[in-house]
């Protein structure tokens, strides 16, 4: 079945949970570091660990962090909210329950606008709620799961990040552009959350992780179908694939007369397809209740509107300017919208590139380098700066196009400056003519019969001469320039 | 020289030690000995640090000698219910499921102690987890009541209660979710004050239930009690729900009452806490002492509390709610007992093995009411309910308060029973608690101080007052204790 036959039967609806790490110095309720990487178990103390007797303290900044993301993505702020227990027993859960927002979270009912194609579509907020994270188990042993594991570690640095999670409600009516709207959705959301400075976002890194939700019903009825919540889905790419292959997935088993089984199903990265995991109708029973170490959250609303007032400019807005600064076509506009590179344009030019040289570049060999990579642009290990330094080295002929993407490729490999690049691997065009005329000389006493052809009138025969002398010159000569000299030097001019 | 030490009060210890006349390693000494001569009778102690006891006391006649200025309290001994977290000295909650394990960090009201110069002697016994009201239920047997060795201490904090009816220590800490200070005060004859919910701090309080477990003083005089609730009481940063208040002036209003003279204060007995299912005797000292708050000035109403009846049903889903959650980490995972753990069995089943083998049979009962009450589909009729009675009962405190400075009752409906005399009948337990219900619901302060004897045992008048209010709770019973004799335990039970 192809992707194209699940669309002549089956409408998909799709949702999405986003869980965020915030940034915050400390964790969500101790004073302990949030810093990523350090030894396991070196950032904890009573409380994140869970001893008896310990009690938590909310993080003030990771509420106003909550807030602030409510506000941009349109939602109301509860003026008064609790924070509950969620119920479970699980090793990398010190307390065996989790600290969270239940029926009373911080945000509701907002909703957050993606451009796909030129179409927009509203994704309903349903939700942000902020909570705990856990900590970190690793099975040891042949499977790497939790079964047939010789033994696990636990790492409880993470447990007590704070956490914030952000729920859509369903979305409906974005047809075949269902895994494409899903990307889009969670790459502005993140433009968002970088924008705000509430999270570094790194979905490799885990402080982004989204599951999932999709379901199928067929085209012209109004119920929908029943869902399953996609896991392990660890990057924008990801999200997008997650989304197709359930869709396909389901969709051969609804056509087969069979059901869909509300289960929880775990993203693979390398097949690009999902496993079933946990069965939703085995799931624990939370017995969520109010938490009572807590008291209630009630931010003041002088606060909230102070909080409000000082948003910074969001994505949206910032493109928009962008495209209307730059003048930028509405095609190129919508090109660099799904190659996720406006910004990264918009920046580039501001760093002192032309707009032409930086959307080339962004659209072209970056964005093809994003893709080799599995990454996304925005996340290449090169900043626009470096990119404006690049064109400014080619305008200015010190390199050569492709020498040119020898340094982005320098760059992206090891993240050094580009005038660095530049000096230790000798990558200026050659221009110093006694070195190419003497090269040119070499070539022509070492190819006696080509050189006799092109002195003949056949000047297009002067091919292999020219590849010979930049081979000679390190690929690093102006192959024109190198062409001018030969014709001068074989009196074909 | 020893054993008048032990029958000081901790004031007159305090102002021994400040003058010189004692070092407050004699008077730590003395405590120890008497500990070493009775507590194999008593078992109120689960553990004694007589090391930690007299260092703490020799820094504090070396802070003396060196003419620094001590706290009211300084090198008084203490008893520490082993339900508080204390840095390096083992806390079992009376489980067996934390046999062995050493905190890491010391409970804001440990720190508190510590650095008041009070000397801690060790931890006493309770019932596991603070759940019961006779301190049967600790994991590491009961203990005795210096009454009558054959009767409870009440409970959970019998530990901490006999250890000052025995003359062990002057000052104990205790925690009360439902009456575990009080009624433990009652049965034994001494003071015991509930403060007001998050007037002392709770960190590093292990958990029974977060919305109701409250620590506070235990002592032979209300003046003795308000000296540390002074000591213990105050915000702290560590606990959300603690109080960022003034401490409510306990020693001034100790001091006041003291004289004797409770002029217009506005009394009002609780019509709910009393009648069928008490002890006549109960009723009959407890009448007694209505009267000499009469005769002490005060003006005595009766007011009507009618959800009151509703207290008992609505705590035990309340707590059990709470308690099966904040009993989850026990787990065998991180600290405590693992049992099972072969290498082969699977996590779960180390689980349960430890935790069928590390939780009594209270424990176990109340974990599974609970998990039950917060159970989707019964939380609105278990928990939610139990919430709204709660409301209810608060809003019956607030009208009685409008008409009445403190309300009275019996601490207890009955005085101190024989040990396994209720073991088989959780109800008959549940019930001791009637009376110390209510102001735990309210998060409101009370206190019980001994009022008289039934069939040779001790009674307690319980004193509550509105939140933040517990100088009122003070004052009144100062001055009740001012106007009757104190009652002691007959010297031949640990002669």
């Given at each position: 079945?192809?992707y194209?036959?699940?669309?002549?039967?089956?409408?998909?609806?799709?949702?999405?949970?986003?869980?965020?790490?915030?940034?915050t110095?400390?964790?969500m309720?101790?004073g302990?570091?949030?810093?990523?990487g350090?030894e396991?178990?070196?950032?904890v103390?009573?409380?994140?660990?869970g001893?008896?007797?310990?009690?938590p303290?909310?993080?003030?900044?990771?509420?106003?962090?909550?807030?602030?993301?409510?506000?941009?993505?349109n939602?109301?702020?509860?003026?008064?909210?609790?924070?509950?227990?969620?119920?479970?027993?699980?090793?990398d859960?010190?307390?065996?329950?989790?600290?969270?927002?239940y029926?009373?979270?911080?945000?509701?009912?907002?909703?957050?606008?993606?451009?796909?194609?030129?179409?927009s579509?509203r994704?309903?907020?349903e939700?942000?709620?902020?909570?705990?994270?856990?900590?970190?188990n690793?099975?040891?042993?042949?499977?790497?799961?939790i079964?047939g594991?010789?033994?696990?570690?636990?790492?409880?640095?993470?447990?007590?990040?704070?956490?914030?999670?952000?729920?859509?409600k369903?979305?409906t009516?974005?047809?075949?552009l269902?895994?494409e709207?899903?990307?889009?959705?969670?790459?502005?959301l993140r433009?968002?959350l970088?924008?705000?400075?509430?999270?570094?976002?790194?979905?490799e890194q885990?402080s982004?992780?989204?599951d999932?939700n999709?379901s199928?019903h067929?085209?012209?009825?109004?119920e929908?179908?029943t869902?399953?919540?996609?896991?392990?889905v660890?990057?924008?790419?990801s999200?997008?694939?997650?989304?197709?292959?359930?869709?396909l997935?389901?969709?051969e088993?609804?056509?087969?007369?069979?059901?869909?089984?509300?289960?929880?199903?775990?993203f693979?990265?390398?097949?690009?397809d999902?496993?079933s995991?946990?069965?939703k109708e085995?799931?624990t029973?939370?017995?969520?209740?109010?938490?009572?170490d807590?008291v209630?959250l009630?931010?003041?609303p002088?606060?909230?509107?102070?909080?409000?007032?000082t948003?910074?400019?969001?994505?949206?807005?910032r493109?928009?300017?962008?495209?209307?600064?730059?003048?930028?076509?509405?095609?190129?506009?919508?090109?660099?919208a799904n190659?996720g590179?406006?910004?990264?344009?918009?920046a580039?030019?501001?760093?002192?590139?032309?707009?032409?040289?930086a959307?080339?570049w962004?659209?072209?060999?970056?964005?093809?380098?994003?893709?080799?990579?599995?990454?996304?642009?925005a996340?290449?290990?090169?900043?626009?700066?470096q990119?404006?330094?690049?064109?400014?080295?080619?305008?200015?002929?010190?390199?050569?196009v492709a020498?040119?993407?020898?340094?982005?490729?320098?760059?992206?490999?090891?993240?050094?400056?580009?005038?660095?690049?530049v000096?230790?691997?000798?990558?200026?065009v050659v221009?110093?003519?006694?070195?190419l005329?003497?090269?040119a000389?070499?070539?022509?006493?070492?190819?006696?019969?080509?050189?006799?052809k092109?002195?003949?009138?056949?000047?297009?025969?002067?091919?292999?001469?020219?590849?010979?002398?930049?081979?000679?010159?390190?690929?690093?000569?102006d192959?024109a320039t190198?062409?001018?000299?030969l014709l001068?030097?074989?009196g074909?001019? | 020289?020893?054993?008048?030490?032990?029958?000081?009060?901790?004031?007159?210890?305090?102002?021994?030690?400040?003058?010189?006349?004692?070092?407050?390693?004699?008077v730590?000494?003395?405590?120890?000995?008497?500990?070493?001569?009775?507590?194999?009778?008593?078992?109120?102690?689960?553990?004694?640090?007589?090391?930690?006891?007299?260092?703490a006391?020799k820094?504090?006649?070396a802070?003396?000698?060196?003419?620094?200025?001590?706290?009211?309290?300084?090198?008084?001994?203490?008893?520490?219910?082993?339900?508080?977290?204390?840095?390096?000295?083992?806390?079992?909650?009376g489980?067996?499921?934390?046999?062995?394990?050493?905190?890491?960090?010391?409970a804001?009201?440990?720190?508190?102690?510590?650095d008041?110069?009070?000397?801690?002697?060790?931890?006493?016994?309770?019932?596991?987890f603070?759940?019961?009201?006779?301190?049967?239920?600790s994991a590491?047997?009961?203990?005795?009541?210096?009454?009558d060795l054959?009767?409870?201490?009440g409970?959970s904090?019998?530990?901490?209660?006999?250890?000052?009816?025995?003359?062990?220590a002057?000052?104990?800490?205790?925690?009360?979710t439902?009456?575990?200070?009080?009624?433990?005060?009652?049965?034994?004859g001494?003071?015991?004050?509930?403060?007001t919910y998050?007037?002392?701090?709770?960190?590093?309080?292990?958990?029974?239930?977060?919305?109701?477990d409250?620590?506070?003083?235990?002592?032979?005089?209300v003046?003795?009690?308000a000296l540390l609730?002074?000591?213990?009481?105050?915000?702290?940063?560590?606990?959300?729900?603690?109080?960022?208040?003034?401490v409510?002036?306990?020693?001034?209003?100790?001091r006041d009452?003291?004289?004797?003279?409770?002029?217009?204060?506005?009394?009002?007995?609780?019509r709910e806490l009393?009648?069928?299912?008490?002890q006549s005797?109960?009723?009959?000292?407890?009448?007694?002492?209505?009267?000499t708050?009469?005769?002490?000035?005060?003006?005595?109403?009766?007011?009507?509390?009618?959800?009151?009846d509703?207290?008992?049903?609505?705590?035990y889903?309340?707590?059990?709610?709470?308690?099966?959650?904040?009993?989850?980490?026990?787990?065998a995972v991180?600290?405590?007992l693992?049992?099972?753990?072969?290498?082969?069995?699977?996590?779960?089943?180390?689980?349960?093995?430890?935790?069928?083998?590390?939780f009594?049979?209270?424990?176990?009962r109340?974990v599974?009411?609970?998990?039950y009450?917060?159970s989707?589909?019964y939380?609105?009729?278990?928990?939610?309910?139990?919430?709204?009675?709660?409301t209810?009962?608060s809003?019956?405190?607030?009208?009685?308060?409008?008409?009445?400075?403190?309300?009275v009752?019996?601490?207890?409906?009955?005085?101190?029973?024989?040990?396994?005399?209720?073991v088989?009948?959780?109800?008959?337990?549940?019930?001791n608690?009637?009376?110390?219900?209510?102001?735990s619901?309210?998060g409101?302060p009370?206190?019980?101080?001994?009022?008289?004897?039934?069939?040779g045992?001790p009674?307690?008048?319980?004193?509550?007052?509105?939140?933040?209010g517990d100088d009122?709770c003070?004052?009144?019973?100062?001055?009740?204790?001012?106007?009757?004799e104190?009652?002691v335990?007959?010297?031949?039970?640990?002669?």
């Amino acid at each position: 079945m192809t992707y194209e036959d699940v669309l002549t039967r089956y409408a998909p609806v799709i949702g999405l949970e986003t869980h965020v790490e915030l940034g915050t110095v400390s964790k969500m309720f101790c004073g302990c570091s949030t810093a990523f990487g350090a030894e396991p178990n070196t950032q904890v103390c009573p409380v994140c660990l869970g001893l008896p007797g310990s009690l938590p303290v909310a993080n003030e900044k990771a509420i106003e962090s909550t807030i602030r993301i409510g506000l941009a993505l349109n939602c109301t702020i509860a003026e008064w909210c609790r924070f509950a227990r969620k119920n479970y027993f699980y090793p990398d859960m010190p307390k065996n329950y989790q600290i969270s927002q239940y029926d009373e979270p911080l945000c509701v009912n907002g909703y957050l606008d993606v451009e796909v194609n030129g179409e927009s579509y509203r994704v309903g907020i349903e939700r942000v709620h902020l909570e705990e994270d856990t900590g970190k188990n690793t099975h040891v042993g042949r499977s790497g799961r939790i079964h047939g594991a010789d033994y696990s570690l636990v790492d409880y640095n993470r447990a007590g990040i704070p956490l914030v999670e952000i729920v859509t409600k369903p979305v409906t009516g974005t047809g075949a552009l269902a895994p494409e709207v899903a990307r889009t959705y969670v790459t502005e959301l993140r433009d968002i959350l970088r924008t705000l400075d509430v999270s570094d976002v790194r979905m490799e890194q885990g402080s982004l992780r989204c599951d999932v939700n999709t379901s199928l019903h067929p085209l012209g009825t109004t119920e929908w179908g029943t869902r399953t919540e996609t896991k392990n889905v660890n990057s924008l790419r990801s999200v997008e694939r997650a989304v197709r292959s359930e869709m396909l997935r389901q969709a051969e088993i609804l056509d087969g007369g069979g059901k869909i089984t509300q289960e929880t199903r775990h993203f693979i990265e390398t097949t690009g397809d999902t496993r079933s995991g946990r069965s939703k109708e085995e799931a624990t029973d939370y017995r969520y209740f109010p938490e009572p170490d807590l008291v209630p959250l009630a931010p003041d609303p002088a606060w909230v509107v102070q909080l409000r007032a000082t948003l910074p400019e969001l994505p949206a807005v910032r493109r928009a300017r962008t495209r209307e600064t730059l003048g930028i076509s509405a095609e190129d506009m919508r090109q660099m919208a799904n190659a996720g590179v406006v910004d990264l344009v918009g920046a580039t030019v501001e760093a002192g590139a032309p707009v032409g040289e930086a959307r080339n570049w962004w659209l072209g060999y970056l964005a093809q380098k994003a893709n080799e990579r599995e990454t996304d642009a925005a996340d290449l290990r090169i900043t626009p700066a470096q990119v404006a330094r690049i064109v400014s080295l080619v305008g200015d002929g010190t390199l050569s196009v492709a020498l040119g993407r020898q340094v982005v490729d320098a760059v992206l490999d090891t993240g050094a400056d580009v005038d660095a690049v530049v000096a230790e691997r000798g990558l200026q065009v050659v221009s110093d003519t006694d070195v190419l005329a003497k090269a040119a000389d070499e070539a022509i006493a070492a190819n006696p019969d080509v050189a006799e052809k092109v002195r003949g009138g056949k000047v297009n025969a002067v091919g292999p001469l020219i590849g010979a002398v930049r081979k000679a010159t390190g690929g690093q000569a102006d192959a024109a320039t190198v062409r001018a000299i030969l014709l001068e030097k074989l009196g074909s001019q | 020289m020893s054993t008048d030490l032990t029958r000081s009060t901790a004031t007159e210890l305090a102002g021994l030690i400040a003058g010189g006349e004692v070092s407050a390693v004699e008077v730590a000494q003395a405590h120890l000995d008497r500990i070493s001569e009775v507590d194999d009778r008593l078992h109120a102690f689960l553990v004694v640090d007589a090391d930690g006891a007299l260092r703490a006391a020799k820094a504090v006649d070396a802070r003396r000698a060196a003419g620094e200025a001590l706290g009211p309290l300084a090198g008084v001994p203490l008893a520490m219910k082993d339900i508080v977290v204390t840095e390096g000295l083992p806390t079992t909650a009376g489980s067996k499921i934390l046999e062995g394990w050493v905190p890491p960090y010391d409970a804001t009201i440990s720190r508190r102690i510590k650095d008041a110069g009070i000397v801690m002697l060790g931890k006493t016994n309770l019932d596991e987890f603070a759940m019961g009201s006779s301190t049967e239920n600790s994991a590491f047997g009961p203990t005795h009541n210096p009454w009558d060795l054959a009767r409870v201490p009440g409970g959970s904090g019998g530990g901490s209660a006999a250890a000052i009816a025995g003359y062990e220590a002057p000052l104990a800490i205790g925690t009360d979710t439902g009456g575990s200070i009080r009624q433990p005060a009652a049965v034994t004859g001494t003071v015991g004050a509930k403060p007001t919910y998050g007037g002392v701090s709770r960190y590093g309080l292990i958990a029974l239930a977060s919305s109701l477990d409250q620590a506070g003083p235990c002592a032979r005089t209300v003046l003795d009690a308000a000296l540390l609730h002074e000591v213990i009481a105050g915000h702290d940063p560590c606990d959300s729900t603690s109080i960022a208040a003034p401490v409510p002036p306990v020693v001034a209003a100790a001091r006041d009452g003291a004289r004797g003279d409770l002029t217009g204060v506005r009394v009002g007995v609780v019509r709910e806490l009393g009648g069928a299912g008490y002890q006549s005797g109960v009723l009959a000292a407890f009448q007694d002492a209505v009267e000499t708050l009469r005769k002490l000035g005060a003006d005595v109403v009766e007011v009507s509390c009618p959800h009151f009846d509703y207290a008992l049903a609505a705590y035990y889903l309340i707590l059990p709610s709470e308690c099966s959650s904040n009993l989850a980490r026990y787990d065998a995972v991180r600290y405590g007992l693992r049992v099972g753990d072969d290498g082969v069995r699977p996590l779960e089943e180390v689980m349960s093995l430890t935790r069928e083998a590390g939780f009594g049979p209270e424990v176990k009962r109340r974990v599974m009411i609970g998990t039950y009450a917060l159970s989707a589909g019964y939380y609105d009729a278990y928990y939610g309910q139990a919430q709204k009675v709660r409301t209810l009962i608060s809003r019956d405190f607030a009208a009685a308060f409008e008409q009445a400075d403190v309300l009275v009752s019996p601490a207890t409906p009955f005085v101190a029973f024989g040990i396994g005399e209720r073991v088989a009948d959780p109800m008959a337990m549940y019930v001791n608690d009637l009376c110390t219900l209510p102001a735990s619901l309210a998060g409101t302060p009370a206190i019980s101080v001994p009022c008289g004897l039934s069939d040779g045992l001790p009674v307690g008048l319980q004193i509550m007052a509105p939140a933040l209010g517990d100088d009122r709770c003070y004052r009144v019973a100062a001055g009740y204790e001012s106007a009757v004799e104190r009652i002691v335990p007959p010297a031949e039970v640990l002669a």
